[in-house]
């Protein structure tokens, strides 16, 4: 069963702290995203990567940063977490052209 | 980015009933995907439809169909005999087919399906 698997399902970290959240693919998909959920905002793009290396900004990319070293992970770095990027974090994957995602269980946030 | 709306945040119908979700987007691409994503309580999103632009014939997938009307940029969902495992969060989504292909969605409509 293909897969896309989030390190953690629930997080609590402070205030300033530097926070990584990890995703794995085992699909081999070129590109991977990853997405913030709040209520009543939807799903608000963050960062993505089309290839090793490369990355590109989504819609809401400040305060974050990315790392894809290995094709098969996409990480996603808040460098000074803030109560503010308390959150529902989502991560994806997808082939070139296919058109579907496969996206990872969550990870839910909280910055206090 | 594309605007994607969906205008109903909640909704509500009864088992083996018929509902119907809306979804408009804003776009001057000619060439793009349109999806409907559910999200039931688990957390985990699943694919429920999809559908080419360039293609004339609405999507179906089991009790799921789509009205797909390009002119009017909209794109709604048909839920036929709903169910109890119907009850979700279910996201319109967009896609431009750039390199990246990255996903802009709505922002969502509750659903909740009573027996």
């Known amino acids: 069963d293909v897969k896309v698997t989030q390190s953690s399902r629930y997080l609590v970290k402070r205030t300033g702290e530097k926070v990584f959240l990890e995703c794995v693919q085992d699909?081999?998909?070129?590109?991977m995203f990853w997405y913030r959920q709040d209520p009543g905002l939807g799903l608000r793009l963050i960062y993505f990567?089309?290839?090793?290396?490369?990355?590109e900004k989504g819609d809401i990319p400040e305060g974050y940063s990315v790392s894809r070293e290995k094709k098969e992970r996409f990480s996603l770095i808040l460098e000074s977490a803030s109560t503010n990027q308390t959150s529902m974090y989502l991560c994806?994957?997808?082939?070139?052209?296919?058109?579907?995602?496969?996206f990872g269980s969550g990870t839910r946030l909280t910055v206090v | 980015a594309q605007t994607v709306t969906q205008s109903q945040p909640e909704m509500s119908v009864q088992e083996a009933e018929t509902v119907t979700l809306s979804c408009t987007y804003d776009t001057s691409e000619n060439n793009y995907y349109l999806f409907w994503y559910k999200q039931p309580p688990s957390r985990q999103m699943i694919l429920v439809i999809r559908q080419e632009a360039y293609k004339q014939q609405n999507a179906t997938e089991n009790r799921f169909s789509v009205n797909f009307q390009k002119a009017a940029k909209s794109f709604s969902l048909k839920i036929s005999d709903s169910q109890l495992g119907d009850t979700a969060m279910y996201f319109c989504a967009f896609m431009k087919l750039i390199s990246g292909y990255a996903l802009n969605f709505g922002k969502g409509t509750s659903l909740l399906v009573t027996p």
């Open positions: 994806a994957s997808s082939g070139i052209r296919d058109g579907g995602y496969t």
């Open positions: 990567s089309y290839d090793v290396k490369m990355k």
């Open positions: 699909m081999d998909h070129e590109n």
